[in-house]
């Protein structure tokens, strides 16, 4: 989806300021929710959820710019948890079980499957390879896609074939989209082809990409 988390390309941020010796965490608060999220991850011990990322896309965009990076995680973590029945909203108000409520458990974690995000052992052939001219597809899709809006359009040249690996983008509810793995590549797109003529002349951006996202030139 076009949301404001797609910030690729975008004026009026300011400069990025590095952090000398930034912490893992930056507050306690931070860890904690770190770990209710690995708690909550695997996909199958909910039903329903969807994507987790797709979620932090849906934010209202002035929520989201207001909201430190692990603020978001909370958020979209409590609306899951109150959208299961998992908790109730007396219970996160008062830190306590809701009398009468049913105690509700995670369902056991499943076996690891062909859509896990990881690198797939599978005989799968390659599309594209390492120097072929190729076009990132002008997708605008209404769920999640790891095509960024910047490189939409844009020609580039694969440097890297990295192996088979599940599709990751989503549907507009958040569910997985029913395609077949893939080979991922690492295209180098020209800096100046992406930002114009502010853009350095011998700076470049590599964006890794699933076949699905590109177009042969």
Known sequence: MNG??????MDGFGSV?????????????????FAI?????????????????????????????RMSYYERWFAISLDRLLRSGLVTRTELETGKPEPGSPVE???????????????????VAPRFQ????????NLHPPGHTRLPRYARGKAGIVTRDN???SVQDTDEAGKALDRPPQHVYTVRFAARDLWG?????RDAVYVDLW???LEPI
């Open 211 to 213: 076949e699905d996202h």
């Open 130 to 137: 390492p120097g072929d001219d190729v076009r990132a597809r």
């Open 37 to 65: 999220r690995a708690a909550l991850r695997p996909k199958d011990r909910v039903p329903g959820w969807g994507s987790f990322r797709y979620d932090l896309e849906r934010i209202p965009p002035a929520d989201y710019l």
């Open 17 to 33: 300021e590095p952090e000398a010796d930034e912490p893992v965490f930056h507050h306690r608060w931070e860890g904690r929710v």
């Open 4 to 9: 404001i988390h797609d910030m690729g390309g």
């Open 163 to 165: 192996g088979v690996y």
């Open 105 to 123: 458990s995670l369902r056991p974690a499943s076996p690891r499957r062909a859509s896990a995000p990881g690198r797939l052992d599978v005989d």
């Open 197 to 201: 003529e502010r853009a350095a002349a």
